[in-house]
Protein backbone atom coordinates (compact mmCIF):
# COMPACT_ATOMS: atom_id res chain seq x y z
CA UNK A 1 0.00 0.00 0.00
CA UNK A 2 1.12 3.46 -1.01
CA UNK A 3 0.02 7.28 -0.50
CA UNK A 4 1.23 8.45 -4.02
CA UNK A 5 3.02 11.27 -2.36
CA UNK A 6 6.65 10.81 -4.23
CA UNK A 7 9.81 10.80 -2.59
CA UNK A 8 12.32 10.41 -5.15
CA UNK A 9 12.77 10.72 -8.90
CA UNK A 10 15.39 7.42 -10.05
CA UNK A 11 16.81 7.13 -13.60
CA UNK A 12 16.35 4.48 -15.50
CA UNK A 13 19.53 2.28 -16.69
CA UNK A 14 18.24 -0.56 -18.27
CA UNK A 15 15.12 -2.60 -19.38
CA UNK A 16 15.82 -6.27 -20.70
CA UNK A 17 13.04 -8.03 -21.72
CA UNK A 18 13.20 -11.56 -22.06
CA UNK A 19 10.47 -14.26 -22.20
CA UNK A 20 6.95 -13.38 -20.39
CA UNK A 21 8.22 -9.91 -18.91
CA UNK A 22 11.14 -7.96 -18.38
CA UNK A 23 13.81 -6.72 -15.40
CA UNK A 24 13.56 -2.96 -14.73
CA UNK A 25 17.56 -1.86 -13.89
CA UNK A 26 16.93 1.88 -11.86
CA UNK A 27 19.63 3.86 -10.67
CA UNK A 28 18.71 5.15 -7.35
CA UNK A 29 22.00 7.65 -6.61
CA UNK A 30 22.30 5.86 -2.65
CA UNK A 31 18.73 7.55 -2.19
CA UNK A 32 17.73 4.34 -0.08
CA UNK A 33 20.77 3.20 2.24
CA UNK A 34 18.49 0.59 3.95
CA UNK A 35 16.71 -0.98 0.86
CA UNK A 36 16.49 -4.54 1.18
CA UNK A 37 15.65 -7.42 -1.00
CA UNK A 38 11.84 -8.42 -1.57
CA UNK A 39 10.82 -4.65 -0.23
CA UNK A 40 7.70 -3.28 -2.54
CA UNK A 41 8.80 -0.16 -4.50
CA UNK A 42 5.65 1.71 -6.42
CA UNK A 43 7.80 2.67 -9.27
CA UNK A 44 5.46 4.94 -11.65
CA UNK A 45 2.74 3.89 -9.85
CA UNK A 46 3.34 0.23 -10.33
CA UNK A 47 3.97 -2.08 -7.09
CA UNK A 48 7.17 -3.71 -7.90
CA UNK A 49 9.24 -6.34 -5.60
CA UNK A 50 13.09 -5.48 -5.01
CA UNK A 51 15.32 -8.25 -6.69
CA UNK A 52 18.78 -7.86 -7.11
CA UNK A 53 20.88 -4.84 -5.28
CA UNK A 54 24.37 -3.63 -6.26
CA UNK A 55 25.45 -0.56 -4.88
CA UNK A 56 23.37 2.23 -6.31
CA UNK A 57 21.36 -0.06 -9.03
CA UNK A 58 18.46 -1.64 -7.69
CA UNK A 59 16.75 -4.63 -10.17
CA UNK A 60 13.16 -5.81 -10.52
CA UNK A 61 11.17 -8.55 -12.59
CA UNK A 62 8.36 -7.31 -14.72
CA UNK A 63 5.57 -9.27 -15.38
CA UNK A 64 3.85 -9.60 -18.84
CA UNK A 65 0.39 -8.51 -17.28
CA UNK A 66 2.22 -5.36 -16.03
CA UNK A 67 4.46 -4.72 -18.97
CA UNK A 68 0.35 -4.92 -21.18
CA UNK A 69 -1.20 -2.69 -18.56
CA UNK A 70 1.39 -0.15 -17.63
CA UNK A 71 3.97 2.43 -19.40
CA UNK A 72 7.15 0.26 -18.10
CA UNK A 73 7.67 -1.31 -21.26
CA UNK A 74 8.04 2.12 -22.87
CA UNK A 75 11.06 2.91 -20.32
CA UNK A 76 13.99 4.48 -22.06
CA UNK A 77 17.60 4.83 -20.80
CA UNK A 78 18.19 7.62 -18.32
CA UNK A 79 14.62 8.46 -18.29
CA UNK A 80 13.37 9.37 -14.76
CA UNK A 81 10.27 7.60 -13.08
CA UNK A 82 8.60 8.37 -9.77
CA UNK A 83 9.76 6.27 -6.62
CA UNK A 84 7.72 5.77 -3.40
CA UNK A 85 8.59 3.05 -0.69
CA UNK A 86 5.52 1.17 0.98
CA UNK A 87 3.09 2.54 3.65
CA UNK A 88 4.40 1.76 6.77
CA UNK A 89 2.16 1.11 10.05
CA UNK A 90 1.99 4.43 11.95
CA UNK A 91 2.99 6.82 8.45
CA UNK A 92 1.53 9.63 7.96
CA UNK A 93 -0.97 9.47 5.08
CA UNK A 94 -0.65 12.59 2.83
CA UNK A 95 -2.14 11.81 0.00
CA UNK A 96 -4.71 8.81 -0.27
CA UNK A 97 -4.97 5.01 -0.47
CA UNK A 98 -2.87 3.72 -3.54
CA UNK A 99 -2.32 0.02 -4.12
CA UNK A 100 -0.15 -0.02 -7.07
CA UNK A 101 -1.66 -1.95 -9.20
CA UNK A 102 -2.40 0.25 -12.21
CA UNK A 103 -5.94 0.09 -13.96
CA UNK A 104 -4.66 1.08 -17.31
CA UNK A 105 -2.70 3.93 -19.25
CA UNK A 106 -3.76 7.26 -19.96
CA UNK A 107 -2.21 10.26 -22.43
CA UNK A 108 -1.30 14.17 -21.43
CA UNK A 109 -4.02 15.95 -23.65
CA UNK A 110 -3.22 19.52 -22.46
CA UNK A 111 -0.78 21.65 -20.06
CA UNK A 112 -1.83 24.92 -19.73
CA UNK A 113 0.73 27.17 -17.50
CA UNK A 114 -0.07 29.81 -15.05
CA UNK A 115 1.30 31.41 -12.53
CA UNK A 116 1.05 29.63 -9.56
CA UNK A 117 0.10 26.57 -10.68
CA UNK A 118 -0.30 24.10 -14.27
CA UNK A 119 -3.82 22.71 -15.03
CA UNK A 120 -3.13 19.36 -16.88
CA UNK A 121 -5.57 17.22 -18.82
CA UNK A 122 -5.13 13.64 -19.64
CA UNK A 123 -7.78 11.10 -21.68
CA UNK A 124 -8.47 7.74 -20.20
CA UNK A 125 -10.90 4.73 -21.49
CA UNK A 126 -14.78 5.62 -20.53
CA UNK A 127 -14.54 2.88 -18.77
CA UNK A 128 -11.96 4.59 -16.16
CA UNK A 129 -13.83 8.16 -16.48
CA UNK A 130 -17.03 5.99 -15.31
CA UNK A 131 -15.41 5.71 -12.03
CA UNK A 132 -14.30 9.39 -11.51
CA UNK A 133 -15.56 12.13 -9.52
CA UNK A 134 -15.07 15.78 -9.68
CA UNK A 135 -12.79 16.74 -6.39
CA UNK A 136 -12.08 12.78 -6.02
CA UNK A 137 -8.52 11.32 -6.31
CA UNK A 138 -7.23 9.62 -8.92
CA UNK A 139 -3.00 8.60 -8.98
CA UNK A 140 -1.28 9.27 -12.05
CA UNK A 141 2.01 7.84 -12.74
CA UNK A 142 1.68 7.26 -8.72
CA UNK A 143 1.23 10.25 -7.91
CA UNK A 144 -1.85 11.08 -6.01
CA UNK A 145 -4.78 14.19 -7.31
CA UNK A 146 -7.42 15.83 -7.29
CA UNK A 147 -9.72 15.77 -9.78
CA UNK A 148 -10.44 19.25 -11.06
CA UNK A 149 -12.85 18.91 -14.22
CA UNK A 150 -14.60 15.45 -15.67
CA UNK A 151 -16.15 14.26 -18.47
CA UNK A 152 -16.43 11.38 -20.65
CA UNK A 153 -12.91 10.51 -21.82
CA UNK A 154 -11.12 12.66 -20.21
CA UNK A 155 -10.17 14.62 -16.91
CA UNK A 156 -7.95 17.39 -15.35
CA UNK A 157 -5.46 17.86 -12.72
CA UNK A 158 -3.96 20.99 -11.03
CA UNK A 159 -0.58 20.98 -10.08
CA UNK A 160 1.41 23.17 -7.73
CA UNK A 161 4.94 24.24 -8.87
CA UNK A 162 6.60 21.54 -6.04
CA UNK A 163 4.56 18.80 -8.23
CA UNK A 164 5.62 19.96 -10.93
CA UNK A 165 9.80 20.12 -10.02
CA UNK A 166 9.53 17.07 -7.71
CA UNK A 167 7.50 14.57 -10.37
CA UNK A 168 8.00 12.84 -13.56
CA UNK A 169 4.39 15.40 -14.54
CA UNK A 170 7.02 17.89 -14.52
CA UNK A 171 8.89 17.05 -17.96
CA UNK A 172 6.67 15.00 -19.73
CA UNK A 173 4.93 16.67 -22.77
CA UNK A 174 1.56 16.43 -24.69
CA UNK A 175 0.69 12.93 -26.02
CA UNK A 176 2.63 11.21 -23.21
CA UNK A 177 1.65 7.74 -21.77
CA UNK A 178 0.73 7.74 -17.85
CA UNK A 179 -0.31 5.26 -15.41
CA UNK A 180 -3.73 5.30 -14.10
CA UNK A 181 -4.96 4.22 -10.67
CA UNK A 182 -8.45 4.52 -10.01
CA UNK A 183 -9.46 5.36 -6.19
CA UNK A 184 -10.54 2.47 -4.20
CA UNK A 185 -13.89 3.70 -3.32
CA UNK A 186 -14.88 4.56 -7.03
CA UNK A 187 -14.74 0.68 -7.89
CA UNK A 188 -16.39 -0.57 -4.49
CA UNK A 189 -19.49 1.79 -5.59
CA UNK A 190 -19.19 0.74 -9.20
CA UNK A 191 -19.49 -2.53 -8.18
CA UNK A 192 -21.85 -2.67 -5.69
CA UNK A 193 -24.55 -0.84 -8.15
CA UNK A 194 -23.93 -3.62 -10.88
CA UNK A 195 -24.52 -6.35 -8.28
CA UNK A 196 -27.54 -4.44 -7.11
CA UNK A 197 -28.78 -3.37 -10.21
CA UNK A 198 -28.54 -7.19 -10.93
CA UNK A 199 -30.49 -8.38 -8.17
CA UNK A 200 -33.50 -6.46 -8.02
CA UNK A 201 -32.71 -3.48 -10.38
CA UNK A 202 -31.42 -0.39 -8.54
CA UNK A 203 -29.75 1.03 -5.49
CA UNK A 204 -30.86 2.98 -2.48
CA UNK A 205 -29.46 5.22 -0.39
CA UNK A 206 -29.50 3.15 2.83
CA UNK A 207 -27.82 0.28 0.97
CA UNK A 208 -24.75 2.51 0.16
CA UNK A 209 -25.02 3.79 4.19
CA UNK A 210 -24.91 0.12 4.96
CA UNK A 211 -21.79 -0.56 3.25
CA UNK A 212 -20.22 2.38 4.47
CA UNK A 213 -20.12 4.70 1.26
CA UNK A 214 -22.75 7.48 2.82
Known sequence: ???????????????????????????????????????????????????????????????????KKSTLGRLRNTEKVNIERSLRVGDRLGGHFVTGHVDGIGAIKEKKQSADQCTMSFSAENKFTDMMIEKGSVAIDGISLTIVDLSEGAFSVALIPYTLSSTTLGFKKVGGGVNIELDMMGKWIKKLLANTQRENGGVTKEQLTEQGFL
Not at 3 to 22: D, M, Q
Not at 33 to 50: K, M, Q, R, Y
Open 1 to 67: MFTGIIEHLASVKKLSTKAGGAELFLDFSDFYNDLTLGESIAINGVCLTVKDIKGKIVSFDVSGETL
